[in-house]
């Protein structure tokens, strides 16, 4: 990464459309394309955005409209009394990408906020896991306010450790004047 772009150059991304683009969308095309640290400086530069979401140090590894995925290593930070990756990382994990790929999929001229996450914890989450969220292009033009994400989170193995919706509200965005 070139030393004359700092952190600050990288959140503006983060602050508007850019160019007839999304910002995320945008943020990530720029960083990914960096050879062997790209994905990783998207992934930080997202965390700051939502600092919540650096307790599980998500590495983002697919953005794009419709599909998100990140990867959630399984160390002590995110483990329980099980030392397995704790429900509560999990569903961080899953709100994660459902967050980046909200961003990358809605229209310009609508906005979300989650509404609810119903999952289910089918199998324990004894490795890393890859937190995968889901949805159809058509879901984003409708007419509906309420739209469901689908959201899983997946063992080294293939094995669905967490599994579930998370339904979102979409609005207009108010027009400024």
């Not at 095309?29 to 992934?43: L, M, Q, Y």
């Not at 979300?112 to 324990?124: E, F, R």
Request: charged fraction near 25%.
């Amino acid at each position: 990464m070139d030393t004359e772009i700092g952190w600050n150059c990288w959140r503006r991304l983060l602050t508007g459309n850019i160019g007839g683009m999304n910002q995320v969308q945008r943020l990530w095309n720029t960083t990914s394309a960096i050879p062997v640290v790209g994905k990783r400086v998207f992934s930080i530069v997202f965390s700051q955005k939502a600092p919540y979401f650096a307790t599980i140090r998500p590495r983002f590894t697919v953005v794009e409209p419709n599909r998100v995925e990140l990867v959630i290593g399984k160390r002590r930070g995110v483990h329980n009394h099980i030392k397995t990756v704790h429900a509560i990382a999990l569903c961080n994990g899953l709100e994660a990408a459902m967050g980046a790929l909200a961003e990358v999929s809605i229209p310009a001229d609508k906005r979300w906020i989650p509404k609810g996450m119903d999952v289910s914890y089918p199998a324990k989450a004894n490795s890393d896991i890859t937190c995968i969220a889901e949805t159809d292009p058509d879901q984003w033009t409708g007419t509906d306010p309420e739209l469901h994400v689908r959201v899983r989170g997946e063992r080294a193995d293939g094995v669905v450790v967490i599994e579930g919706v998370i339904k979102l509200w979409l609005s207009e965005k108010p027009r400024r004047s």
